[in-house]
């Protein structure tokens, strides 16, 4: 079958290779991939910076947000039938420890990702354990259906607090951010507000109903808070960018007891007020992929009530995969929303 695949570390981007067809096991599915979705995770993979460096080990199949059909299923295999379309969880996890066991897999410590520490979804067949296959409605866009993983990543950060009549400041206006903006809306905030430097994406989000937007390049959080009548701050923010400075202007800019849900990797050298942090006692909550599985059924059932249609406006372009050096190019230039890549 053919891969996109990260060949060596001495060669520069990606290859699209031969490489030999998946085995499977007892407990999995074999998956005809149909559609693939670019990541930011992908990316740092394609320019080879220095997370992956220190992550991959080639050769290596790459990606991890797809939708499938099923075309076997291992003999142990039950409630997945030949002929399902599905998306799945991209976090395999040991399903014995303590985490494990009570419910939390997304806590377990022995986590594998799929396209980063094992063989992904850039192919034209995945094998998958079973338990980690979603079986998704097939009414729903194919589209859609192949970015269930980063959208349940904004459904488990938008739903980490209770959204009712709250004030809500979204900083990072990337696909995640951009789905979080509906998700928010359907849980009942009352105003979204959402930063970044990126203009083309800040009009995204307003087509996706943020109250207000800001470019942070021109303008003050401050400023839109009061055209607004927010006066004591912001009760729920949602950080997805991964940027020190919006880190450091979503603190100054939340209400005495507001909750913080950071998805966004901000690097190691970032600087944290703690004063503030603690002295308004502000609470902060690490993201981490997606309750497994509550987030996907939370997910299924706002994609059902019509959030499907909310979450296409975020996905802009489609490619073959055997264009996917131009694809992985517009995910790179930051002038898309979610990229797909065909794979029938």
């Not at 998946?22 to 993979?45: E, F, N, Q, W």
């Not at 991209?90 to 985490?99: E, I, P």
């Not at 990126?198 to 808070?225: C, F, Q, S, Y």
């Amino acid at each position: 079958m053919q891969a996109i695949i990260k060949q060596t570390p001495e060669f520069g981007g990606l290859l699209l290779a031969d490489v030999p067809m998946p085995t499977m096991g007892a407990s999995d599915v074999l998956v005809k991939i149909r559609k693939t979705a670019i990541c930011g995770t992908d990316i740092h993979i394609y320019t080879w910076d220095t997370w992956a460096q220190k992550t991959i080990k080639t050769p290596q199949i790459i990606g991890h947000e797809f939708v499938g059909e099923v075309i076997d299923i291992g003999e142990l295999v039950t409630g997945i039938k030949v002929g399902d379309i599905v998306s799945g969880e991209g976090h395999l996890v040991c399903g014995v420890c303590r985490h494990c066991i009570t419910g939390k897999q997304h806590l377990c410590r022995q986590t594998t990702g799929i396209g980063v520490n094992i063989d992904g979804v850039f192919s034209e067949y995945i094998s998958i354990p079973a338990s980690n296959a979603w079986v998704c409605d097939p009414s729903i866009s194919e589209d859609v259906l192949s970015v269930c993983d980063p959208l349940g990543n904004a459904v488990h950060t938008a739903l980490s607090f209770n959204l009712v009549g709250e004030d809500v400041l979204i900083t990072g206006a990337g696909p995640i951010g951009l789905m979080s903006v509906p998700i928010a809306r359907r849980a009942g905030a009352r105003h979204i507000v959402v930063t970044d430097i990126n203009p083309k994406r800040l009009e995204m989000a307003k087509e996706l109903g943020a109250t207000a937007t800001v470019d942070v390049t021109k303008e003050k959080i401050a400023d839109v808070m009061k055209a607004i009548g927010l006066k004591e701050g912001f009760d729920i923010g949602l950080e997805m960018s991964g940027s020190p400075h919006a880190f450091g202007d979503m603190v100054d800019a939340m209400a005495n007891g507001g909750k913080m849900a950071i998805l966004g990797i901000l690097p190691n050298e970032t600087k944290v007020d703690w004063n503030k942090v603690i002295f308004r006692s502000l609470f902060i909550k690490g993201i981490y992929g997606r309750e497994m599985y509550d987030t996907w059924y939370r997910m299924t059932a706002m994609l059902q009530s019509g959030l499907d249609k909310e979450v296409a406006k975020v996905i802009t372009h489609n490619y073959n995969f055997k264009d996917f050096q131009a694809a992985f190019e517009m995910m790179h230039s930051g002038e898309s929303g979610k990229v797909i890549l065909n794979w029938n």
